[in-house]
Nanobody
Framework: QKQLVESGGGLVQSGGSLRLSCTASGFTLDNYAIGWFRQVPGKERMGVSCISPSDSKAVYTDSVKGRFTISRDNAKNTVYLQMNNLKPEDTAVYYC??????????????WGQGTQVTVSS
């Protein structure tokens, strides 16, 4: 009964902001690194950001550095992705996923259903 649910997507104009949420049910996120990914139809799913479980150190793909911020609230069993200065190329379905202990190795085991982000020009 482990589940991840993303929310917060929507339609926004270029330069706008959205905050995505990833909430776990049936387990706690305390010991998991959480990654955000995005996927365009017909394209490979690509990593966007990841936050470590211990020190909350975050990594980002180059295209979102300075614009996106990942954070976690373990008390709420939730990870967030604050997306600012959105660009049309950010349009995708965004997914969160868990990885035991590390952003840098291991398998992403649990995935959410995704939330659509559409950025108009």
């Amino acid at each position: 009964q482990k589940q991840l649910v993303e929310s917060g997507g929507g339609l926004v104009q270029s330069g706008g902001s959205l905050r995505l949420s990833c909430t776990a049910s049936g387990f706690t996120l305390d010991n998991y690194a959480i990654g955000w990914f995005r996927q365009v139809p017909g394209k490979e799913r690509m990593g966007v950001s990841c936050i470590s479980p211990s020190d909350s150190k975050a990594v980002y793909t180059d295209s979102v550095k300075g614009r996106f911020t990942i954070s976690r609230d373990n008390a709420k069993n939730t990870v967030y992705l604050q997306m600012n200065n959105l660009k049309p190329e950010d349009t995708a379905v965004y997914y969160c996923a868990t990885r035991w202990m590390s952003c840098h190795y291991g398998e992403y085991n649990y995935w959410g259903q995704g939330t659509q982000v559409t950025v108009s020009s």
